[in-house]
């Protein structure tokens, strides 16, 4: 058969193509559910460590179970709240955020965790926004006053290693405890600022050196993400 | 050549050996560089990506040598492109799948192993020549090379940028001048600049070990 003919050059990408896509194909639905696995205990993780649990996950053996274990002992409720601020019901753990900050604010449906410490109360809101070279999020948990952070944890898809990539790093993250996102009633989130521009306050941390842009996008999603549960701060203020 | 030849023939060895020396791809070929850079500063990335690479090379390899006569050759270099991404994609899932924590560190990297010109450059000089079995030994040896490269590197980045290996403290907390101590992690080490540094101690070392490499 001659090689070099049109018909055979097609035919052999045409077939190489279909064999291909079959392996791939095959692989991916085989190897599904563990990663999905991963992803759900991930999220598990980061919410528990929002409220500075599951500080031992690396000296367990067993990730997994021990992360299930932490999380069903703390994680008392998870519940959707409409953009009234009134609970509803759904399946919080996997709400895909990214889609419901698509969507007009009044036709969002956002999640938040409750996390029992001892008898202490945290909510835990998911946050998520737009970093310097692609997505950012992350936890922040309130105590139930809704305004003193608790604790707080952030990702990154790709922000540069070393600089903006710090805000995954304890040392940023720690900050966060203690801050207030109201001022003297007006609702102001969180504030990252550049080192020294700002006085030091109860409602701002200090960005990252030289990875002010990461440092603001940090910023700008709390205020974001924490703005659209204002009415549900409200609300439960009002029954405390 | 019709006689089979021993998978541990003299030249099936040299084939798996030479790239650890003569023909480096990293060291005496200057190739891989970008994800030498990126993947290396700690140990246990930089293993798992030359492992990846390693199962990469040989398997497109083999695979490229097996099917070396029926390739047309006005889409030879899209065959093997297509070969290697569907290996990067298998590669990169089973990370997903098995080791999710390592996969997260090597993040985009996985992908680009696509782009790591060893791959195309094994297959290109080697395996369009030669049958399956030299093809695979060849790709794997490289592959290993590279890897081997990148344990290097991360060694000494990982030990001086972090004072840790794999993760374990190897400088003390105590001596650290945050705790009344000496020493301070070298800063320079977690950054890329470190590793094209390192690259190139290695690349002096190597060739003032081995007199061939050094050009007249």
């Known amino acids: ?240 | 050549m019709s006689q089979k030849e021993p998978l541990f023939s003299e030249k099936n060895i040299k084939l798996f050996t030479d790239p650890f020396n003569n023909s480096n791809p990293v060291t005496v070929l200057v190739l891989g560089i970008c994800s030498a850079l990126a993947v290396t500063v700690k140990l246990q990335p930089a293993i798992v990506m030359g492992l990846s690479v390693t199962v990469v090379t040989g398997f497109a390899s083999y695979i490229i040598s097996l099917l070396r006569n029926t390739i047309p050759n006005r889409i030879r270099i899209i065959v093997q492109l297509v070969v290697v991404a569907s290996l990067v994609i298998l590669v990169d899932q089973i990370l997903k799948a098995y080791v999710y924590e390592v996969s997260k560190q090597l993040s985009v990297f996985v992908g680009l192993i696509i782009t790591n010109c060893i791959i195309m450059g094994r297959i290109e000089a080697f395996a369009l020549g030669n049958k399956p079995l030299p093809s695979l030994i060849d790709g794997l040896g490289n592959g290993a090379a590279y890897g081997m490269i990148l344990v290097i590197v991360a060694f000494f980045r990982e030990l001086l940028g972090s004072g840790t290996l794999f993760g374990f403290r190897i400088v003390p907390e105590s001596f650290y001048v945050k705790a009344g101590g000496f020493y301070e992690n070298n800063g320079m080490m977690v950054l890329p600049p470190a590793a094209l540094i390192l690259l190139g101690v290695i690349i002096w070392v190597h060739r003032s070990i081995n007199k061939k490499l050094v050009e007249k």
């Open chain 1, 1 to 240: 058969m001659n090689r070099d003919s049109n018909v055979y050059t097609v035919l052999y990408a045409a077939v190489l193509v279909v064999i291909i896509a079959a392996v791939l194909a095959v692989a991916s639905g085989a190897l599904k559910t563990p990663q999905e696995r991963n992803r759900e205990i991930e999220k598990k993780m980061n919410i528990l460590t929002s409220v500075g649990k599951a500080a031992n996950v690396d000296n367990e053996d067993d990730k997994n179970a021990y992360v299930e274990n932490e999380y069903a002992k703390y994680i008392v409720e998870a519940f959707l709240v409409n953009a009234n601020g009134i609970k509803t019901d759904g399946d919080a753990f996997n709400v895909d955020l990214k889609a419901e900050l698509k969507k007009p604010e009044k036709e969002r449906l956002l999640p938040v965790f409750v996390c029992n410490n001892n008898g202490n109360r945290q909510y835990i809101f998911p946050v998520r926004g737009a970093g310097l070279w692609g997505a950012i999020w992350g936890y922040i948990s309130l105590n139930d006053d809704f305004n003193t952070v608790y604790g707080a944890v952030f990702d990154h898809a790709g922000e540069t290693p070393g600089l903006g990539a710090e805000i995954a790093g304890a040392e940023f993250q720690k900050q966060f405890s203690g801050k207030k996102i109201y001022r003297n009633g007006k609702f102001v989130a969180v504030d990252v600022i550049k080192n020294g521009s700002a006085t030091p306050d109860d409602y701002n941390v200090d960005g990252i050196t030289g990875g002010t842009l990461t440092s603001k996008a940090v910023g700008k999603m709390l205020l974001d993400c924490l703005s659209n549960y204002k009415k549900f701060f409200d609300v439960q203020k009002q029954n405390n």
